[in-house]
DNA sequence: ACCTGAACACCGTTCAAGT
DNA sequence: ACCTGAACACCGTTCAAGT
């Protein structure tokens, strides 16, 4: 009887939306859908969220908090800093296994101008959250200076956001694993 | 007098709709918005453009025919290839410049779900073109095999995309520039 | 040939009402 | 506490009808 068993509608949204926005977007994002898969009806979910702007930002922020949680796993898991670089692409390609979706925050930047300001804001922390880790990463296992280490950082994540885009716009995984690929080859990802 | 002098409806329209498609998408493309800056009715579009699908596609056909002009003119206007791959990134520079718009065909990329056949057609031989350039550039500035050139052309197509998405999420063109000063110093892109 | 009014289906949102 | 039907103002889209 604890609370963890209970089924939570208001969880059950959020992820919905998570899974709807990753494959349509922000824009794409509807109450009336959303509501039909959780088994409510459209209205009943501004009673868990007031306004699409604030669902939105709940989405954002729940999508942030995991990746943390999951890179920091990966701080855990591999003793070998070299590793660390080496893993970070398989997050975003588990969004394109995923029904070839893609990350929330490239999504939503392409989506910049037409996004309320609290969910800019979320998806901001996002990449910041992603580039400040790659800079440790990066730091770690090469020996740059710190500077260095976020130029690098930042390149890195551009990089696999856009591999992942194209990968999806093909729908195709194994364009994201030869891009990936080559980026190693090329040295913006170590050998 | 001259069939070229005459105001050309449709081409606003097209011009109208490429800009707002850069800027919003497709799903943000909007027929009554799109005819009040053309200064007829919504509903009018219709007659230049039969579905929203039909625009979509003529909008991304002329946005890839008007990207391989302008990369043929990169050929002849520079003698030496390095200067080629220099140069290609200013073409998705533009785009920032010209009110923070990212390429059609990244937006387009991530609205994949929802796009309709005929448009996502159009998107995939914008990227053809563009990789076929760089395939070229890459290997008559490094003389690398084929393959290999081909493999670093689809590389350097990906991580641009995913430099001008991330400028644009935080409505930075500087973000841009260090990106792509990044991509050469790994070596992703020549010196 | 070129354009429009009116209708349609759908959206986010509100709110009084239900349990 | 949690949900709903109905209504509202608005949207993109369509099509028969205008000139």
Redesign the interface.
Known sequence: MGGTMATNVKEEVLEAARRAAQ???Y??LNFRELASEVGIKGASIHYHFRTKADLGAAVARRYWETSDATLQEMWERYPDPKEWLRHYPSTFRQSLENG?R?CL??????????LPEPV?AE??VF?EVNIKWLTKAVSASTGMSEPESE??A??I???????Q??A????DIS?FD??I???C????LPG
């Open positions: 494959s349509r977007g824009a794409g070839n893609i925050c490239s999504f939503m930047s392409a989506e910049h101008d037409d800019k998806i901001q990449a130029r690098r930042r390149s994540f551009a990089a696999v956001s856009g591999a885009l194209m999806r716009s093909r729908a364009v030869s891009l690929e080559e980026y080859h090329s040295g913006l």
